[in-house]
DNA sequence: GCGACAG
DNA sequence: ATCTTGTCGC
């Protein structure tokens, strides 16, 4: 099995290749045996899109019900495994359980590593009134190698806005995903797309889409992001990911972890949080100085269409551009 | 079938 | 995130 893309995708394919004929797994049983059932999902996609190309046994991976991939029923009866309606019926007779896949809990070792970064989060304002604050996101986009084989790339966008919102610098960068999207590890997922273009940026902040400590280990992508490269940093986000909602408080494990802050009168309100040398009174008022008349704060809803993949035709010159 | 877990 | 057209309203 050649293995070209980052090491998720490669234990993800290395776990299916280890199903034997006539066997079959689950995408949850690969998604806990790479450490996080989580990942069920983001097992489906990659199974589903990279496991033809790469030479795995896709067809052997089936969801939790025995529902199997388009297509696999011919290459499953081939085998000797029968499939009516699109589904298996001796699911729990042929399963290969998580504990026999071939696979690495590598998502159980970038979870130990984000409660040791933990650590190193400050709560603290660093700036105490930020004039320049960038916003940064990234889009996604499957492509095809020169080999014909199946890639996920990432572009990733900042840009920097002045107090009066005014664009004032921005930068991109595309290069391969390292790894699929699986809740709660956002930050490794867009990490890699988004330091380049901020480390050649000046900001006082950075305003991220996502969350920043409101995280199961309290490091969200703008804690990520923020202590990785050590500037101050918050994130934004449209939807919740732990914690329960008292006024506009979000509280997770009896602690603030950021606020939901009201943006229309009856509209769904918008997640923000600290992520680094931020504080939680600094990032409400970050946001409310820097959101403009939009329910996503200008910085950040500017990042999100420059990311956006250019449509055939009106390609843009000056991109910096690398593998 | 429902709830639910950022992007 | 991505797949996708038009439509409604400020
Ligand atoms: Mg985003």
């Excluded at 889009?139 to 020169?146: G, L, V």
């Excluded at 009201?262 to 918008?270: A, D, K, N, T």
């Excluded at 329910?295 to 009106?314: C, D, T």
């Amino acid at each position: 099995m050649p293995l070209r893309p980052g090491p998720v995708y490669e234990e993800i394919l290395r776990a299916a290749s280890s199903v034997p004929r006539g066997r079959l797994t689950t995408f949850g049983e690969i998604a806990r045996a790479l450490g996080d059932y989580r990942a069920a999902k983001a097992v489906a996609e990659v199974i589903s899109i990279m496991g033809r190309a790469y030479g795995v046994p896709w067809h052997r991976v089936v969801s939790s019900r025995g529902e199997i991939l388009r297509g696999a029923e011919d290459p499953l009866r081939e085998e000797g495994v029968a499939a009516q309606g699109g589904r298996v019926a001796d699911l729990a007779r042929r399963l290969v359980e998580a504990g026999e896949l071939e696979a690495r809990p590598i998502l159980a070792e970038m979870r130990r590593a984000q409660r040791i970064l933990a650590e190193r989060v400050i709560l603290e304002d660093e700036v105490e009134r930020p004039e320049l604050v960038a916003g940064a996101d990234v889009a996604y986009r499957w492509e095809r190698d020169e080999e014909g084989l199946p890639v996920e790339v990432a572009r990733g966008a900042v840009v920097v806005v002045d107090a009066d919102l005014r664009v004032v610098d921005g930068s991109i960068q595309t290069s391969p995903a390292v790894m699929p999207y699986v809740p709660t590890y956002l930050g490794f997922r867009e990490f890699p797309a988004l330091a380049r273009a901020l480390s050649r940026l000046s900001f006082d902040v950075v305003m991220m889409d996502g969350h920043g400590i409101a995280h199961p280990v309290f490091f969200g992508e703008a804690s990520h992001v923020g202590v990785c490269l050590d500037v101050p940093a918050l994130g934004v986000a449209k939807r919740r990911l732990v914690g329960k909602v008292r006024g506009e408080e979000l509280i997770y494990m009896t602690r603030q972890v950021g606020w939901a802050l009201p943006v229309r009168p009856e509209g769904r309100p918008v997640y923000v949080s600290p992520g680094h040398k931020v504080s939680l009174e600094g990032s409400a008022r970050i946001f409310k100085k820097f959101r403009g008349g939009t329910r996503v704060p200008a910085p950040v809803r500017l990042a999100h269409k420059l990311a956006q993949f250019p449509k055939p035709g009106e390609g843009r010159p000056g991109e910096t551009s690398s593998l």
